[in-house]
């Protein structure tokens, strides 16, 4: 094995489990997000010797990921239904881990619930915490898509889930 491939089988073993949850956040669904990585490092690994530094191989595997899922987004869709929600008994103590997990639980839910382009942006803005422009940049939208896309993706978030407190923190603007 050469010190190219050396490289890029070093990038797999390190970066593929944060690609991963990237990857899960953006689809919402563990196979979908394997597939996902699946084929962001297949891409990779063919455009590996065009790269000029292997630090470069992670933005490039994630901007991979980002535009085979805007690719997805152009696909007919099918209609997803979800159980009833569930509303958790808040009579249990401030300290009680299984509040946390429903509450995970019940975002993880809502999330679902969004349009994949939500989704994505949602992904971006706050889990990987890019900037509107960043964003708009990865996805191959406008910046005023972005700002449409976070705006209706939080106040679905917010009418789904009112008592999160994670929900009701505001966003910086232009952020």
Known sequence: MDAREADYALFVRTRTHALLRSAYLLTGDQHLAED???EALAR???????????????AYARKVMYHAQVSLWRRPKVAEVLPADYQ???RRGADDHADAAVERLLLRRALLTLSAKQRAVIVLRFFEDRTEAEAAQLLGVSVSTVKTQTARALDRLRALLPDLHLLT???????
């Open 88 to 90: 958790p008994d808040h």
């Open 169 to 175: 923190e505001v966003p910086e603007a232009g952020r």
């Open 36 to 38: 996902l990585v699946q």
């Open 44 to 58: 990779t690994h063919r455009a590996w010797q065009r790269l000029e530094k292997p630090e470069n191989a992670e």
